[in-house]
Nanobody
């Protein structure tokens, strides 16, 4: 069983930055595609960014140039660096691990507001 624990969320002013972290248990992290998703109130969960086991990344158009996903296989951790944050980035951010099956973290709240 894989467990994912997110951290790093919080309240930030527009234009500010946050870095989210997601630590995975077990020994399959290096084989997995890791993703960050978000869900705003009243909206469906959407992909923000993903990174494959080989390091290939993709991003939602709304965050390109502002967010960066990265991974540290030695630490079983994936990161999401979020810069130039906007109020519309406000959401619960979830970490997802895909290898054979899918696992989700519990989510971390990001609020962008002045």
């Amino acid at each position: 069983q894989v467990q994912l624990v997110e951290s790093g969320g919080g309240l930030v002013q527009p234009g500010g930055s946050l870095r989210l972290s997601c630590a995975a248990s077990g020994n399959i992290f290096r084989l997995a595609t890791m993703g960050w998703y978000r869900q705003a109130p009243g909206k469906e969960r959407e992909l923000v960014a993903a990174i494959t086991s080989g390091g290939t990344t993709n991003y939602a158009d709304s965050v390109k140039g502002r967010f960066t996903i990265s991974r540290d296989n030695a630490k079983n951790t994936v990161y999401l660096q979020m810069n130039s944050l906007k109020p519309e980035d406000t959401a619960v951010y979830y970490c997802r691990l895909d290898v054979v099956r899918t696992y989700w973290g519990q989510g971390t709240q990001v609020t962008v507001s002045s």
